[in-house]
């Protein structure tokens, strides 16, 4: 693999490129600077920070928790292991939990990079350097790439497994390449996988490379590139010992976890197994309206590569006839036609694919980079969209987080406090996964009501969060006790209120 600093050397020296290059890294410092610039929000990134939190503090690397003694089955540790590794250095914070998502992201762009340059290299056009820096820049500046380059969940650490299991096979298989490093690299991203999301990484990559390999005809080359036996017993050492000891630690977790979250979810609109949350149950084919969200304006220039790709793996036409694109073809379309019929996704699902699609546009655009009306749209797809992600970012993402986030709720519970001290309590079954973080998990859970108010009917003033609906109901209930309490609501959002409930005064 050539090193980043060398890609960078050879880009910033081709004329006109110094710009894409103040674009990617103007785009990569907006991301870095906002880690920490908003709280998480509720449920997916509460809920994944929480179980790394809760990971540090109890130190039970072994099985992810929502609460202590809690084990949450539905994704594999990798996630958790980054985020509360990065706690233990940089302190808890939102900085600490989503610097690995934005290493991630980093991680996919090189690998992106140096794909695409390769790609270019081969054909002998000159461009391989444009080709590099345009795959990064269609990356960060893409709104889906952008907001999971910042975000804790497990998608991130499965496209960086996805993205170098599938380059690493096209170096081997299809540029000859006999380097260890691509090799067992291979190996090594499915093994990782399988820890980052579990069996779903073969899905991105391992069936993307089996229909490649029939409809290529290249069976016997592959076999003979790359060591087998040998590399799955790497990635069976990786992944298998955690396995094991996550289902001796609490059993029953192997049959959820393959079974129900790999089949079941997949299979079965709005699947009722689900132990963690609501299925999302939605149309067949949301998923493409998912990738082009995902694009924005880019969508369209994934379309004009698309359908050139197709053209070219068809009739090269004087190209190098390698297989690269029809390859780059199945790595985009293969999963997204896969999750087309499948009855519970979500928008992260289209992340793993982002990184080829943008080989994949990069290698048609660098092409034809000398033509002014390609640069023209290239400038003008990225400037747009790096534009509209600045607006997201400084207008409309801070508001909208704080809508869903107990951070601030939390802040002013406990400046409230200070003149009058007195425990929180959820009402309801669990509390939100942003109450229990930003309270250091603090914060019980009470379905009843009237077990809530116990404490604060003995004499003692208390707090209550609840469902804002839930409001007048619970304040009408306080007000027929013996002795009358008073619930004053003293911290509000779109999705809980807080009420400071005491006797009347």
């Known amino acids: 693999m050539r090193s980043a600093a060398t890609l960078w050397r050879a880009t ?3 004329p006109g490129a110094r710009l894409l290059l103040a674009l990617l890294a103007a785009m990569f410092l907006l991301r870095l600077f906002t880690l920490g610039s908003y709280p998480l929000m509720d449920t997916s990134e509460a809920r994944y920070g929480e179980i790394a939190r809760v990971m540090l503090t ?4 072994v099985t992810p928790q929502e609460v202590p003694g809690t084990p949450f089955w ?9 985020s509360a590794g990065a706690m ?6 939102e900085f600490a939990l989503r610097l690995p998502a934005l290493l991630c992201a980093l991680a996919v762009a090189l690998l992106s990079a140096n794909w695409a340059a390769a790609l270019q290299a081969r054909r002998g056009t000159g461009t391989a350097p444009w080709a590099g820096l345009i795959a990064m820049a269609l990356l960060f500046t893409g709104l889906g790439f952008f907001a999971a380059a910042g975000a804790v969940m497990t998608d991130p650490s499965l496209a960086v497994c996805t993205t170098a299991m ?16 691509w090799r067992y690299g291979f190996f090594v991203a499915i093994g990782l996988g399988m820890l980052a999301k579990g069996p779903v990484v073969l899905l991105y990559g391992g069936l993307t490379i089996a229909l490649w390999t029939l409809w290529q005809r290249r069976l016997g080359t592959a076999w003979s590139s790359l060591p087998w036996i040998t590399g799955t017993v790497l990635a069976a050492l990786i992944c298998v010992p955690w396995y094991i000891a996550a289902e001796q630690s609490t059993p029953g977790f192997i049959n959820y976890f393959l079974l129900g979250e790999h089949v079941m979810r997949f299979l079965r609109p709005g699947w009722r197994g689900d132990l963690y949350g609501t299925a ?3 149309p067949m084919g949301t998923i493409w309206v998912y990738l082009a969200s995902s694009l924005g304006l880019q969508a369209l220039l994934g379309i ?6 197709a053209r070219a793996a068809a009739s090269p036409a004087g190209t190098v006839r390698d297989g690269s694109r029809s390859y780059l073809l199945l790595a985009v379309f293969v999963p997204v036609a896969f999750f087309t019929f499948a009855g519970n996704i979500i928008w992260t699902y289209v992340l793993p694919v982002l990184g080829p699609l943008a080989v994949l546009m990069a290698d048609f655009l660098a092409a034809r980079i000398g033509a002014q009306g390609w640069r023209r749209a290239l400038a003008l797809t990225l400037g747009i969209s790096a534009s509209a992600i600045f607006l997201l970012m400084v207008f409309l993402v801070p508001n909208h987080v704080n809508a869903h986030s107990s951070a601030r709720l939390v802040a002013q519970w406990r400046a409230h406090q ?3 001290p007195g425990p929180l309590v959820y009402l309801g079954r669990k509390a939100p996964a942003s109450l229990r973080f930003y309270s250091g998990g603090t914060v019980p859970a009470e379905p009843d009501r009237t077990a809530a108010l116990s404490a604060i009917a003995a004499g003692h003033d208390g707090y209550v969060a609840i469902a804002p609906p839930g409001v007048p109901d619970l304040t009408a209930y306080a007000a027929s006790l013996q002795p009358p309490l008073v619930v004053e609501v003293i911290a509000q959002n779109k999705d809980l209120a807080i009420g400071w409930v005491h006797t009347a005064r």
């Open 88 to 93: 233990r250095v940089l302190g808890v914070n």
């Open 12 to 14: 910033a020296a081709v």
């Open 58 to 61: 109890t130190g039970n690397w």
């Open 280 to 282: 999302h149950a939605e």
């Open 166 to 181: 599938l380059a690493a096979f096209h170096a081997v298989v299809v540029r000859g390449s006999r380097s260890p490093l």
């Open 74 to 82: 539905a994704k594999p540790p990798l996630y958790a292991w980054l």
């Open 304 to 309: 004009v590569a698309a359908v050139a790709g």
């Open 418 to 420: 200070q003149a009058a």
